[in-house]
């Protein structure tokens, strides 16, 4: 009896307490543009890709053996895959929340909560196979794109005590002006993606002892094109080896440089779709799926991926 008085008394607050989680900075858009255009059905995705090709001479007015321009036209096939999910809730469950409406309670929906917690699954998993892709069902990330350029011979121990500021800038600035030369100096930079440790190192290392001025200052200051420096877990050496892309025992972090628009890469889906509850017994089974593409990577020499040891001895 004491415990259904004191359910009576209880003063309930309005809004629900949920944990906070991560932003899912892939799947949503933020560091790779995302296109809804994937049609129902659709298995793959091909771009057309047209190269030129001929050099003009220069020649006497009258000739008539002048060089001809050439076009070849090929394609680049993406991958679909779908991610699915589950959820359910049972008739009883239903009934009860529809008791306790009726008597003035206010009751968080569980159907609704396990909806949004399998939208939240599929969303997680579709940020990760954005960020590291998938060799077993090909498709590519944005992390590890083969045909991104990267650089993995440095020695340099970013994160080891002595490291002086100075080398720690050229070393940044090295692989931000291999893109521009990569391009022919027709693509910039203009956001570095790093670890949360290199952004850390980057935000409390002074240039030197006479200057107020942070690695970050200095890095945005000599590399003109840079708009954003932009710390994520997903580039640190555990989540790298835990995801395929580096074999365990690596031990190195990576940093991107990229051109972010969807000039140069984006990933292609379909909205989640969310199948209609199918009853067995007590219970409503609900499913739900979001088709997605491997990484469409127009122009991977506007990026580079820049490897390095984490060790500090």
């Not at 995705?45 to 090709?53: A, F, I, R």
């Not at 080398?167 to 940044?172: E, S």
């Amino acid at each position: 009896m004491s415990f259904f008085l004191s359910t009576y008394l209880e003063q309930k607050m309005p809004g629900v307490l949920k944990k906070k989680l991560p932003a899912l900075y892939f799947d949503d858009g933020t560091y790779c543009p995302q296109i809804a255009d994937i049609a129902v059905g659709a298995e793959s995705l091909s771009v057309e890709v047209v190269q030129h090709y001929g050099q003009a001479s220069i020649m006497a007015g009258a000739a008539q053996d002048a060089p001809m321009a050439e076009v070849t036209i090929g394609k680049d096939i993406y991958r679909i895959v779908h991610i699915f999910g589950a959820t359910s809730y049972s008739d009883p469950e239903i009934r009860a929340a529809e008791f306790a409406t009726s008597r003035g309670q206010s009751v968080t929906s569980i159907s609704d909560e396990r909806l949004m917690a399998m939208r939240r699954m599929i969303d997680e998993r579709s940020h990760l196979l954005c960020a590291y892709g998938s060799a077993k069902h090909d498709i590519f990330g944005v992390l590890n794109h083969p045909q991104v350029p990267l650089s993995n011979s440095s020695t340099l121990r970013l994160y080891k005590s002595d490291t002086t500021s100075k080398a720690i800038i050229d070393f940044v600035s090295e692989g931000y002006y291999d893109v521009w030369e990569d391009t022919n100096f027709l693509e910039m930079p203009n956001i570095l993606f790093v670890s949360p440790e290199a952004f850390k190192l980057f935000n409390t290392t002074y240039r030197s002892d006479t200057t107020d001025q942070t690695i970050i200052n200095i890095i945005r200051n000599v590399l003109p094109s840079i708009q954003a420096i932009a710390p994520m877990r997903e580039l640190a050496s555990s989540q790298l080896e835990a995801n395929g892309v580096h074999a365990g025992g690596t031990g190195k972090d990576r940093m991107m440089f990229a051109n972010l628009s969807p000039n140069n890469y984006k990933r292609h889906f379909s909205p989640l779709f969310v199948m209609p509850p199918n009853q067995e017994g007590m219970k409503y089974n609900v499913y739900g799926y979001k088709s997605v593409s491997s990484v469409q990577f127009d122009y991977p020499k506007s990026a580079r991926y820049i490897d390095y040891p984490i060790a500090t001895t």
